[in-house]
């Protein structure tokens, strides 16, 4: 059974920085394509970022101030967010490529105030 537990979310001023983490069971996770989404308030789920099994990255275009990365033994990927803004405020919900399916962890809010 394949659970994504992610932390790391909170309350920051505008500016600042948090650093995601999402801890995966019951993959293959060096071998998977991980990633992150977030859901703004009243917007669709939205790409990210994305690390493959190889390390190639990949971002959203408004994202440059994030950095993605994985640590393959401890089965965990991280999402560094550096100078917020309001509008990185939403949840932020990370996956695994696993065999033919995505699966999805329960999401942690991140809130970035003016």
């Known amino acids: 059974q394949v659970q994504l537990v992610e932390s790391g979310g909170g309350l920051v001023q505008a500016g600042g920085s948090l650093r995601l983490s999402c801890a995966a069971s019951g993959t293959a996770f060096s071998r998977s394509a991980v990633g992150w989404h977030r859901q703004a308030p009243g917007k669709q789920r939205a790409f990210v970022a994305s690390?493959?099994?190889?390390?190639?990255t990949n971002y959203a275009d408004s994202v440059g101030r994030f950095t993605i990365s994985r640590d393959n033994a401890k089965n965990t990927v991280f999402l560094q967010m550096n100078s917020l803004k309001p509008e990185d405020t939403g949840v932020y919900y990370c996956?695994?490529?696993?065999?033919?399916?995505?699966?999805w962890g329960q999401g942690t809010q991140v809130t970035v105030s003016s």
């Open positions: 996956y695994v490529d696993f065999g033919a399916f995505r699966y």
């Open positions: 690390i493959d099994s190889g390390g190639t």
